[in-house]
């Protein structure tokens, strides 16, 4: 079964640093992966996804991932962190199987940039 | 217009009550979602709807009813609810074109409480 791991629940980071946000994935085919964000009371909004391609994902916001397949993870990164960009960040795999539109959701990340 | 609607944010109800949660989509996507988060948990699947019909049903209880009237509208029906279904009741939608791995593009949710 398809699944997604982020190994914590909470990074903190200074204003103007880089950030990084981790995600592994256990998948039985070719990984279809994405990273939403969601704001405190706020729906999921869309960052980027891999489906093929380049390893390096360019998304919303300034945020890319690095999709690395021997590590079998799919990390999101940005240059510089904003205090705005504090909220909580979902990497979620795409389920096998035709016809199938689900996605199977990590535990999440709280990311706290800090002035 | 990447833009779902969801209406109404909020609502509380008793066990005894009869409520609708509505959700509305105008980019012309074929496929319709329901999710469930609880606070500090990732969202769960509970309906899939592709071209009005209802595709995948996560084994939600009866006591929750999904209609899709047409192809931009998706209501969930509510009645006889439990305090545990006290969540963020999350819609979505994505475009189906065959095997392309299409991006689902959340609403800002309703939050509901149930007394």
């Known amino acids: 079964a398809q699944s997604v791991a982020q190994p914590e629940d909470q990074v903190n980071v200074a204003e103007g640093n880089p950030l990084t946000v981790k995600c592994t994935y256990s998948?039985?085919?070719?990984?279809?992966l994405f990273w939403y964000v969601q704001y405190p009371n706020r729906g999921l909004q869309f960052l980027l996804k891999?489906?093929?391609?380049?390893?390096l994902v360019k998304g919303s916001y300034g945020f890319e991932a690095e999709f690395n397949k021997s590590q079998t993870s799919f990390h999101l990164k940005k240059p510089s962190a904003l205090v705005s960009d504090s909220a909580l960040y979902l990497c979620a795999v795409r389920d096998e199987g035709k016809g199938t539109y689900k996605y199977i959701f990590g535990t999440g990340t709280r990311l706290k940039v800090l002035a | 217009d990447t833009e779902v609607t969801q209406t109404p944010k909020h609502l509380v109800m008793g066990m005894t009550n009869k409520k609708s949660l509505k959700c509305e989509q105008h980019?012309?996507?074929?496929?319709m979602y329901w999710y469930k988060q609880k606070a500090k948990k990732p969202p769960e699947l509970m309906f899939v709807y592709s071209y009005e019909k209802l595709s995948i049903n996560e084994s939600v209880p009866s006591r929750f009813s999904p209609e899709c009237p047409n192809s931009s509208l998706l209501n969930l029906h509510l009645h006889a609810l439990q305090p545990e279904d006290s969540a963020l009741y999350l819609c979505a939608s994505s475009q189906e074109e065959g095997a392309m791995i299409e991006t689902q593009y959340f609403g800002p949710g309703t939050r509901l409480l149930v007394l």
């Open positions: 980019m012309g996507h074929r496929a």
């Open positions: 998948v039985s085919g070719n990984p279809y």
């Open positions: 891999y489906i093929t391609g380049d390893n």
